[in-house]
């Protein structure tokens, strides 16, 4: 966020071809961007880890040909850093104002504020409720009042859960000011076809991935969370000639008893032979 990133590194994104997203969210989506150009649109974005969250930001964009400028909460230790801070040189103290304020004047930008309830302090976030409001401006004594452009968008994203550590609950005053949209796995089917285009796995091979992918997710007994992501780092690591097994084992990230337990499972489905674990060769 250094004054060195320039408003000319602030692109329009590249569309992705194969992101699929629900007719709901999609029909919405649009409805969001018309409502830009007269109202203030903020919206969060929340769901399951890996299962499209940022890209759905970073899509939003490139369709409706938005520059788009990304900035990582997860840094911010004290209020109004997004904007800038004071910095010491040759003995001086001088004010070194970031990308932020220069990305809300842009008209017709996204602002993706990714991960916003993991700040290193949650008064960090103070200066947004400003932004996020009604009027969209704030008062800086350092850029004086800094006001937020015509039809730019804000989205941000979120994990919540304890298992994601230095995550924060998001204050409800802040969420107050968003629109949410919850982001969930994709259909078996719509899946498989993701795999298909993005890995180049054959359909017999997506869909065996993809099945044992759903039962573990919904798994009454011990549900596992595997988001897209990880199915393609899976599906990548089969077409390179693994066999899902060794897929499984390197993908993801759970206790070895659970492993263990799951890859029996795998094995009895697919009849594949486990590699003795005392094999080893010259690499």
Request: with cysteine.
């Amino acid at each position: 966020m250094d004054k060195k990133d320039s408003l000319q590194d602030v692109l329009v994104p590249e569309n992705d071809p194969h992101y699929f997203l629900s007719r709901e969210i999609a029909s919405n989506l649009d409805r969001f961007n018309n409502m830009s150009a007269s109202t203030p649109v903020n919206l969060l974005v929340v769901g399951k880890q890996g299962c499209g969250k940022s890209s759905l930001v970073s899509q939003f964009a490139a369709r409706h040909q938005r520059p788009l400028a990304t900035f990582q909460v997860g840094i911010l230790s004290e209020p109004g850093q997004l904007f800038g801070e004071l910095r010491l040189k040759d003995g001086e103290t001088y004010y070194q104002q970031f990308l932020f304020p220069q990305a809300i004047s842009t008209p017709n930008c996204v602002i993706h504020l990714e991960e916003i309830n993991r700040p290193e302090h949650p008064k960090a976030l103070n200066m947004l409720f400003s932004i996020l409001s009604d009027d969209r401006q704030a008062w800086l004594d350092d850029l004086g009042n800094v006001k937020v452009a015509d039809g730019v968008v804000f989205f941000a994203t979120l994990n919540e859960g304890e298992e994601f550590s230095g995550t924060e609950m998001l204050d409800a005053a802040l969420r107050d000011r968003f629109y949410v949209i919850s982001m969930d796995y994709l259909p078996l089917d719509v899946e498989k076809e993701v795999l298909i285009r993005k890995t180049g796995l054959n359909e017999v091979e997506a869909q065996r991935v993809v099945s044992i992918l759903n039962d573990l997710r919904y798994n009454t007994k011990m549900p596992m969370a595997v988001s897209t992501r990880h199915s393609l780092m899976i599906g990548n690591l089969v077409k390179a000639g693994a066999s899902i097994r060794e897929a499984l084992i390197f993908s993801l990230q759970m206790s070895k008893e659970a492993l263990e337990a799951i890859l029996l499972t795998v094995q009895m489905e697919l009849g594949e032979k486990e590699v003795p674990k005392d094999a080893y060769e010259l690499y």
